[in-house]
């Protein structure tokens, strides 16, 4: 009897982490996310990522472009693995988007030498839009899953704008 009991709590145990720890299926039907990270005057940096598995991402120079003739504009796009893919739809997912507010850091008093910095979040999904933006501002005041998106989509330049 014993014996039977372990087997069933295991096997109960074994399918609740299954179904909660894996997602087989993208959490929105379709997507688009555009993520624009921008020092005011000096650079720009968009990154796009839809359910179809494509990026791109456009890295401009605005400073240099002033004073160079020739104005590079770097475009770097693609298609994602199922695994790189499956990573940048867990993080966006996770990160509540819906949920957050329309702008931050525009009512505080900027911090020295760091409120040129804006980060801008556009996303559809499903029929339904979210824009965000940022200036650079406390990084406490936003949820843990948002932080562990930043960071991402900076890594994800990083490894994809090269």
């Known amino acids: 009897m014993k014996r039977h009991t372990l087997i069933l709590n295991f096997l109960c145990i074994a399918i609740f982490l299954l179904l909660t720890s894996c ?34 991402i456009v890295r401009n120079n605005i400073f240099l472009n002033r004073v160079q003739d020739e104005k590079p504009i770097y475009t770097y796009e693609g298609i994602l693995s199922e695994t790189a893919f499956k990573e940048a739809d867990t993080k966006i997912s996770d990160a509540g988007l819906f949920k957050m507010k329309d702008a931050y850091g525009f009512d505080d008093k900027a911090i020295e030498g760091r409120d040129d910095l804006l980060i801008q ?27 562990d998106l930043i960071f991402y989509m900076n890594s994800f330049i990083q490894e994809y704008g090269k």
């Not at 339904?128 to 501002?137: A, C, Q, V, Y």
């Open 23 to 56: 997602r087989t299926t993208p959490v929105y039907e379709t997507f688009t996310f555009d993520y624009t990270l921008e020092s005011i005057g000096a650079y720009r940096i968009d990154v796009s990522i839809n359910s179809n598995k494509e990026y791109k």
């Open 121 to 147: 979040i556009a996303f559809t999904a499903d029929g339904k839009e979210k824009f965000i933006t940022i200036r650079d501002s406390e990084s406490n005041q936003f949820d843990k899953r948002f932080r």
